[in-house]
């Protein structure tokens, strides 16, 4: 009966072995190392010795083993912007689905980046740790034979952009726990490197891929190349109606893929990323270098005109998000104020405060007293704001309208963990059910990071396709670690494994989980 046994495991596990996509292996070693990205010596975040971190390269369906060593003297996590976890979210890398990897320990993180391809990127989620870096980028390819809608580029380049500062993350972090705000960024990285310290390195006449993602702390930025145009063919997973543009907003937390030929003279070109929507705007260069030129750029500061536009997508097919029935509407209103003498952020009056345990750590172990399915209204209330782990319920399944309404001055970012979404809709004002009326119900941009303009509304749709807890937050990191985030629980009651994997056999055990087993190796 026991051999009978083996060997019917046995055979299911090479039919699995045989049905399973290719996998890809990386090993990291996070540790600190001294950096100097704007000319002062900093404490940064290192994996494998490098600032930003090493890219990810995979195709649409590779399973991804990432076993992360935390060299650090504190706990650690890295998540994943834009990868959506199917029916995975114990692999998310947050704290509300994670629990940290202890200081000289390891995790292995096991994604599949199913029915995937674009431009993403990883960041450390925990404490203030995006702020030193631990960062680098995600490029999820095509299967092989899949038509891609323009040729295949000369060389494809990972650009990472965003503002930041001199001082140390946990001085900043510091400033924060003091319940203060914190200054303006002293500046703006291209890859890691202050101002022409980045090249990219183009043959003439041929074009190039640029996977540009906006990884800093708060500021939108334009990008924009001397003398050349960008033609625009991907945003966070969603091949788009070829645009071409000579400047782009990147708003925090975005990402976007254009093609650029190398169609001018032969010299030496700028690539410039300033802050938007600043009262002081900060900029910084990189270098396009021509090959076969050893002449200079003579232009100095070429890039006074900011204007750039968003992108539109291709049409859709069968699957059409314009002739579905919504099930609910959800508006999501962000503040500001201060909380027992410190500044926070918060979602519908609700700033967000971490439990001890992950929460879906919680729930897959009915741990009671964590936290409360609900605590997250799907309307504003008006109640002054107040402090909770809050949880706002879902049905899986269900076809979801959500509208962010921003009364503040500032331009914002909002993302949403484990799905993309259509942006339908944007506008001034405040958002009322008449405002459906203007919505783009044919070729809206699907994507997992949208931007609210100042005292505006974005309307999106989402279908909401993927069991799991899934965490809803600004952009904005220091707003995101003052409470402007919650957790989305898109619940399944069959409790089915066609609808969600269960919990890893290695998934770490931390706060009242401690103690409890996962599943039998």
């Not at 596990?13 to 292996?25: H, L, S």
């Not at 254009?258 to 690539?271: C, E, G």
Request: proline fraction near 7%.
């Amino acid at each position: 009966m026991l051999a009978s046994t083996c060997l019917c495991y046995i055979l299911l596990y090479i039919g699995f072995v045989n049905a399973e996509d290719p996998y890809r292996f990386f090993t990291w070693n996070v540790t600190y190392g001294d950096i100097y990205p704007l000319g002062v010596k900093q404490q940064g975040i290192l994996i494998n010795g490098q600032f930003p971190g090493p890219d990810i390269y995979s195709v649409t369906n590779n399973n991804l083993i990432i076993n992360v060593y935390n060299s650090l003297p504190e706990p650690f996590l890295i998540s994943w912007n834009g990868v959506q976890q199917r029916r995975n979210s114990y692999e998310d890398g947050v704290y509300g689905t994670t629990c940290p990897i202890p200081p000289g320990k390891n995790f292995t993180y096991i994604l599949q980046v199913k029915d995937q391809i674009g431009s993403f990127y990883y960041y450390p989620s925990l404490a203030f740790h995006k702020a030193a870096g631990g960062f680098g980028g995600i490029r999820i390819l095509s299967r092989p034979l899949i038509p891609v809608p323009f040729p295949e580029p000369a060389d494809d380049f990972t650009v990472l952009i965003g503002d930041w500062y001199k001082a140390n993350h946990t001085a900043l972090k510091a400033i924060l726990d003091r319940g203060h705000k914190l200054p303006l960024p002293d500046g703006i990285l291209v890859n890691g490197r202050g101002p022409n310290q980045t090249y990219f390195t183009f043959q003439p006449g041929k074009t190039y891929r640029l996977r540009i993602s906006n990884v800093g702390l708060q500021h939108s930025l334009n990008f924009r190349i001397q003398g050349h145009k960008m033609k625009l063919v991907e945003v966070e997973g969603t091949h788009t109606l070829q645009t071409t543009y000579s400047s782009l907003d990147v708003h925090v937390g975005q990402s976007y893929s254009v093609l650029v030929t190398a169609d001018q003279t032969a010299q030496d070109y700028y690539i410039a990323v300033s802050t938007r929507f600043t009262t002081k705007i900060l900029t910084t260069t990189a270098i396009l270098h021509y090959s076969n030129s050893a002449k200079k750029s003579v232009r100095s500061n070429p890039w006074t005109n900011l204007t750039a536009s968003g992108p539109r997508p291709n049409p859709q097919g069968s699957y059409h998000y314009g002739m579905i029935n919504l099930t609910r509407t959800i508006k999501l209103e962000s503040s500001a104020a201060q909380v027992n003498g410190k500044q926070r952020y918060a979602v519908n009056s609700v700033s967000f405060v971490p439990a001890d345990t992950p929460l879906k750590i919680a729930d897959y172990f009915k741990i009671g007293g964590v936290f409360r399915v609900g605590s997250m209204p799907d309307y504003p209330t008006g109640k002054k704001m107040y402090l909770d782990t809050s949880v706002m319920g879902a049905d899986f399944r269900a076809f979801v309208e959500i509208v962010f309404q921003n009364h503040e001055n500032i331009v914002q970012s909002w993302h949403i963990n484990g799905y993309s979404f259509w942006v339908v809709g944007m506008d001034g004002g405040v958002w009322t059910p008449a405002s459906r009326k203007q919505y783009n119900l044919r070729d809206a941009v699907s994507r997992c990071t949208t931007q609210v303009y100042p005292k505006s509304w974005t309307a999106i749709y989402i279908a909401l396709d993927n069991v799991g807890m899934w965490n809803i937050r600004t952009e904005f990191w220091a707003r995101q670690y003052l409470g402007q985030q919650f957790y989305m629980r898109v619940y399944s009651p069959v409790e089915s494994p066609r609808d969600e994997y269960p919990i890893p056999k290695n998934a770490l055990l931390c706060g009242r989980a401690i103690g409890r087993r996962t599943r039998p190796l």
